[in-house]
């Protein structure tokens, strides 16, 4: 991008600004009368404002958010209804802990849609995940524990789609399905755990994930990412056998237990209607 004096009246006033990148300049040709100065000089301060927009607005992005020394962010998008209290207990974390990482100055003022820091120690993640120190969530016997933090993993958006997929890949189910089924279910989010107990992405109460490995022979943990997906479409799975592919039962079921549906017909159509919606967006 070149800038060019419109007025060559003199062609020793020539002036040729190259444009690199931001904030960086040269002249090729050197100025020779007082005119050309003041050209210049409007010239460079325009640019050096113009870099300094693009460098504040940087600047903004990159400090927006400080975890702190050896942490690492997990990002956390507010949704209609949460409070940063809320948000740091089913996080494990303070409210004044959030509020800090994230230059939060009123603690009861978060806005929807914004995007939270959770700070996490970086020493414990591996692929951008965070396992809760590599706790399990199974007792010895097999049975899943109860509303166990410690064993939660961390996860972002693209790793749960991805596997997602893939698990409706290999349990031949519409993916569909279970991407709707698991946004209705927890918005993709592996590290939560709902008031009345269900796990992460698709919500698996812990006596169905024990039920579940029970009937596999398989033992998988719930409360890690992939283990819990792999559960999830296990159930989808059964309930598509056992349902001959009517989707509406299917959804129902995953919500209501099958053996409800089965004996009382499906009666949670809000939910049933949402996910049938959410399988057209995706």
Excluded at 37 to 61: K, Y
Excluded at 130 to 154: P, T
Excluded at 223 to 252: C, E, M, P, Q
Aim: charged fraction near 10%; charge should be positive; aromatic fraction near 14%.
């Amino acid at each position: 991008m070149f800038f060019t004096p419109v007025q060559e009246s003199d062609a020793r006033m020539l002036t040729q600004l190259t444009l690199k990148e931001p904030g960086q300049y040269s002249i090729r040709t050197l100025l020779h009368s007082h005119i050309g100065r003041n050209a210049a000089l409007l010239v460079f301060t325009a640019l050096l404002l113009l870099g300094s927009m693009v460098i504040s607005g940087t600047h903004s992005a990159a400090f927006a958010a400080n975890p702190g020394y050896g942490n690492s962010c997990a990002w956390y998008r507010v949704s209609r209804g949460d409070t940063l209290g809320g948000i740091a207990r089913n996080h494990r974390t303070t409210v004044w802990t959030l509020a800090q990482v994230n230059g939060i100055r009123n603690v009861n003022l978060i806005i929807v849609g914004q995007e939270l820091c959770i700070p996490y120690h970086s020493g414990s993640t591996g692929g951008g995940s965070y396992s809760g120190g590599g706790a399990s969530g199974l007792l010895s016997n097999g049975v899943v524990r109860w509303y166990d933090y410690y064993a939660l993993e961390w996860s972002n958006r693209n790793e749960v789609v991805s596997m997602l997929r893939q698990a409706a890949y290999r349990y031949g189910l519409p993916a569909n399905l279970l991407l709707a089924i698991a946004w209705q279910e927890s918005g993709w989010y592996q590290h939560v755990i709902a008031r009345d107990g269900g796990i992460g992405v698709m919500q698996l109460m812990p006596y169905t994930a024990t039920g579940i490995n029970y009937g596999t022979g398989i033992r998988r943990d719930p409360y890690h990412l992939w283990d819990n997906i792999n559960l999830g479409a296990t159930y989808l799975r059964w309930l598509w056998n056992g349902f001959h592919g009517n989707v509406y039962k299917v959804i129902s079921g995953y919500n209501e237990g099958g053996w409800n549906v089965q004996h009382r017909g499906i009666f949670n159509w809000r939910y049933v209607n949402s996910v049938l919606y959410l399988m057209r967006v995706y």
